[in-house]
C-alpha cells in the first residue's frame, strides 16, 4: 500500500542531495574538527562553512549561529543557560509551548530557581498581548520571554517583531523556538527584535539529531553541555560534521524553492480546508488555522465531526489505509494523555471531538488529499 | 600525499558498512520515532533494535541504555543529573579526566551545588587508592565518584572492579567515562560495580554525534535535556535513528573482529614503542603506556628528546609530512595551554619536552610506524 505522509511537522522526508553530501562527508571527512592537523582541519572546514551559510542565510553573523544535537538541547541550553549566567529569575512563556521549552521551565520552577508566568493565551492560539505587557510591567527583575514562533500544533504565527519589541521595551529577553518556522520561512534573525531563537534540521529535510541556536552575540550566554572547546564554549562535544553539513545543504535547498513551494503549499492547504469542510460538514478548524495570515501554510488541525465511539478508532483507521498524520506533537503521541495545547485552546466539550493535524511538504499532492477526504468521508458513514 | 592517521583516540574513520545502513537509513527510514502511524513506527523499531543489540552486547540490559548526542552530553547528564536528581552533594574525581567531566563539575563547585574532592594521582596516570579510601571515608554526605576508564591521553585503564567496589563499600554511586574502552574492550556493565557509564560511537568508527550512557535501573536519575517522553524522560529530543542505527553497526562490527584486531593493535604498539625508543633514544613513555597490562594498546604517548626549539615546531613539521597525531585531547588541541593531564603527571622539567599522542586504528600498520619514526628521526638530526 502507498502511503500517505501528512505528518511533516512531526518530521520531514531528507531531500536525496542532503542523503549525498552526508554520505560524502562520513566516507572523506572523518576528522575531529578539533584536531589541529590536516584531517582535523578539512572537518572543521566544512563546519564553518556551513556556519557562516546559516548565518548569511538568516540575517546573523557566524558567531551567533551554535550547533546543536536538534531543537531540545537548544531550548534547554537557552532556558537553563538564561536561569544560570544571566541572573534570570522570572520566565514568561505560554501553555501552548512545545514541551521542550514547557519541561525544562517546570522543572526549573520546581526547583525554586525561577518564577514562572504563564501568559493568556486566546483561542486562536495567540498570547493576549495585553496579559503580556501587564505581566512584564509587574516583574521588576531580570526577566525572559520565550514563546514559539509557530505553533507546531495549531500552526499560528506570532508577530515575532511586536512581541519581541514588547518585550525588548519591558527589558525582557526574548526567545523564541523557531522549529516549525526556520526552512519554511525566511527569518533575519538579526533585524528582529530576538535574543535567542531555535532551529532543528529534521523539520525542513536534514538529518536528525541537528540543529542550531541563534544566541545574539554579547548576552552573556553559557553552556548547558560543557568540557571541551567546541563552539566557542557555548556547546562542548565532536561536532557532528556529517549532520551539519546535511542540515547546511538542506536549509539551502528548503530556501531554493521557497517561493514555488509557498505557493504550492498554500493552494494545498486552501484545498485541504474547503475539501475537509465539503466532506465532512461541521468540520472546525483549529486554532487560526483557516487563516494563512495569521497560520503557517505548513498545517492545517481539523477538529473532527465524530462521535466519541468513531473518534477512538480514528487515527488507527487512518493508520490501516495508510495515512500518517498526528493528534497532535509527535513527541506526545505516545502518550494517551491528549494535547496540551488544544486543552488549553478549546473547552471541553470542543475537545470531545476528535482532532487531527495534516502537516505538508511541498511534494505532497492534492491527490493524496482527496485520498484522505474520501476515507474520513467513508469512515464517517460507516 | 598519503596521509598517515594516528589520531584514532580523537576520532576514527567510519567503517564503510556503517555509512552503508546510515545511508539507508537516512533514505528509507526518515520517520519520528514518537510517531504512531507505520512510518514512526518503522523508525522507533530500528532505535530499539538497536538499543536491545547493545545492551545484550554490554551485559546490560535494554532500559539501561540511553542514547545522546555523544560522550560529553553523557558525561554532563549523569554528572549534573546526580546533583538536581539524586541529592549528590560531594563528588570525588581526577585533575586527568576529560573536560567533559572536569568542566560539569567545576562549573557545579562555583556555583556552590557540590564539593568537589580531587583524589591524589600517581605518576602512571592511576588514581592513589588509599586517597581515595580516605576521601570517601572523610565524606559522610551521599557521594559520588567519576574516574575514566581509560585516559584518553596517556592511556592509563583504571580497575572498574577494584574502584567500583571500593566506592559501593562507601555507599559512593561511581560513574566511568569509558568513551575510549567501549568498542575496544569487551566490557560487561552489568556485572561492574558501576552505576553509570559513557561511550561515544565514533571511537570506535561509527558517526559523530550520537553515545550512549549506561545508567543502571532504579538509580533514580532524571534527564539534562528535558523535553518529550523519549528515552524514558532521560533523555528529550527526536531520537537521530540514523546514527543510532550507525552506532550499532560500528558496535557489532567491532566486536566481531575484536580479537584479532586486539592481537593486531598490541603487536603494533610494541613495535611502536621499541622503534621510537631505538630511532631517539631518550624517548621516554608518559604514564604507564609502555605496560599493556595497566594500559590500552590503542595509544601510545611519548615524551620526545627534542630541544625547546625542534619542540616547538614537532607538529607542525609532522603535519607537513602527513602524519596526524596530537599533543592531547583534540577538544584542547586548539589552545596553547597545553595538557592538563601531562601537567599533572610530569614535573616542570619532564614537561619541557614534548609530548605526542599515537593512537592507533587496526588498520594502522607497520610500515606507517616506519614512517613516523623515520620522519622523527630526521627531524632530530635535522
Redesign the interface.
Known amino acids: 500500500m502507498e502511503?500517505i505522509?501528512l505528518?511533516n511537522a512531526?518530521?520531514?522526508?531528507?531531500f536525496?542531495e542532503?542523503?549525498l553530501v552526508?554520505?560524502e562527508t562520513?566516507?572523506e571527512n572523518?576528522?575531529?574538527p578539533?584536531?589541529?592537523?590536516?584531517?582535523?582541519r578539512t572537518a572543521k572546514a566544512k563546519v564553518e562553512s556551513a556556519r557562516k551559510y546559516i548565518a548569511q542565510q538568516l540575517g546573523a553573523q557566524p558567531q551567533e549561529i551554535i550547533f546543536t544535537?536538534?531543537?531540545?538541547?537548544g531550548?534547554?541550553t537557552i532556558l537553563q543557560g538564561a536561569v544560570?549566567y544571566l541572573g534570570v529569575k522570572h520566565i514568561i512563556s505560554s501553555p501552548i509551548e512545545?514541551?521542550?521549552?514547557l519541561?525544562?521551565l517546570t522543572?526549573m520552577a520546581a526547583?525554586g530557581l525561577i518564577t514562572l508566568h504563564m501568559v493568556k493565551v486566546l483561542p486562536n492560539g495567540f498570547p493576549d498581548m495585553h496579559d503580556l505587557d501587564r505581566l512584564l510591567t509587574s516583574i521588576p527583575d531580570k526577566k525572559l520571554v520565550s514563546l514559539m514562533h509557530i505553533n507546531n500544533e495549531v500552526g499560528s504565527m506570532i508577530d515575532l517583531n511586536a512581541v519581541g519589541d514588547l518585550c525588548h521595551q519591558h527589558n525582557a529577553l526574548f526567545h523564541s523556538d523557531a522549529v516549525q518556522s526556520i526552512g519554511h520561512y525566511q527569518l533575519q534573525l538579526g533585524e528582529l527584535p530576538l535574543d535567542f531563537a531555535v532551529a532543528?534540521a529534521?523539520k525542513f529535510h536534514g538529518?536528525?539529531?541537528?540543529g542550531f541556536m541563534y544566541v545574539r552575540k554579547k548576552t552573556g550566554l553559557g553552556g548547558?553541555?560543557?568540557?571541551?572547546?567546541?563552539e566557542r564554549g557555548m556547546r562542548?562535544?565532536?561536532?557532528?560534521?556529517?549532520?551539519i553539513v546535511g542540515m547546511e545543504e538542506a536549509l539551502r535547498m528548503s530556501y531554493q524553492t521557497l517561493d514555488e513551494d509557498t505557493a504550492k503549499l498554500k493552494e494545498l492547504k486552501s484545498y485541504c480546508l474547503s475539501a475537509l469542510q465539503e466532506a465532512l460538514p461541521g468540520t472546525v478548524f483549529n486554532g487560526a488555522c483557516y487563516d494563512m495570515n495569521l497560520s503557517t501554510h505548513t498545517l492545517v488541525n481539523a477538529r473532527l465531526p465524530f462521535d466519541e465511539k468513531k473518534a477512538q478508532l480514528l487515527?488507527f483507521h487512518?493508520?490501516l489505509q495508510?495515512?500518517?498524520?498526528?493528534k497532535g506533537?509527535?513527541?506526545?503521541?505516545?502518550?494517551e494523555s491528549g494535547s496540551h495545547v488544544l486543552q488549553t485552546l478549546l473547552s471541553p466539550n470542543e475537545n470531545k471531538f476528535p482532532s487531527l493535524r495534516f502537516s505538508f511538504a511541498a511534494t505532497n499532492t492534492k491527490d493524496e488529499i482527496d485520498k484522505l477526504v474520501s476515507v474520513l468521508a467513508a469512515y464517517a458513514k460507516s
Open positions: 502511503l505522509y505528518d512531526a518530521t520531514t522526508s531528507i536525496p542532503v542523503v552526508m554520505q562520513l566516507k572523518y576528522g575531529n578539533s584536531s589541529v592537523h590536516a584531517v582535523g544535537s536538534g531543537g531540545t538541547e531550548d534547554n544560570q512545545h514541551h521542550a521549552v519541561h525544562p522543572h526547583q532543528s529534521h538529518p536528525k539529531g541537528v548547558l553541555l560543557l568540557g571541551g572547546a567546541q562542548a562535544g565532536t561536532e557532528a560534521v556529517h549532520n487515527t487512518l493508520d495508510g495515512i500518517c498524520c498526528s506533537s509527535a513527541c506526545q503521541s505516545g502518550s
